[in-house]
């Protein structure tokens, strides 16, 4: 069964940088198309990145990252990264990645069958 670890939270000012990973075990990653999901405080979760697993490793950004948030995948260690740049006080919140179904025009939701959410990477942004 697919267990999933993020890491690389922490906290930075407004303009840093952060990189977090998503690990997999038990399931290849490379199976399955990958989303990053935010839940910011009092806010339900959010969709704001995500990766296929086809060839093409089309992706999608929301409005409100893209340009600054880079979503990548290494099957080779299992994992699927999104950097994080020119990050906002908004962007605070924890990070959570999942198996998603994910296309290039609306945001990522998780499979239906994933029910593997890990402790989430927790990021703040402030000065």
């Known amino acids: 069964q697919l267990q999933i670890v993020e890491s690389g939270g922490g906290t930075v000012q407004p303009g840093g940088s952060l990189k977090l990973s998503c690990t997999g075990s038990g399931t290849p990653l490379s199976y399955y198309a990958i989303g990053w999901f935010r839940q910011a405080p009092g806010k339900e979760r959010e969709g704001v990145s995500c990766?296929?697993?086809?060839?093409?490793?089309?992706?999608y950004y929301s409005d409100s990252v893209k340009g600054r948030f880079t979503i990548s995948r290494d099957d080779s260690e299992n994992a699927v990264y999104l950097q994080m740049d020119s990050l906002k006080p908004e962007g605070t919140g924890l990070y959570y990645c999942a198996t998603a179904v994910c296309y290039g025009y609306q945001p990522p939701r998780p499979r239906r069958d994933f029910d593997s959410w890990g402790q989430g990477a927790q990021v703040t942004v402030s000065s």
């Open positions: 990766i296929h697993s086809t060839l093409d490793r089309s992706t």
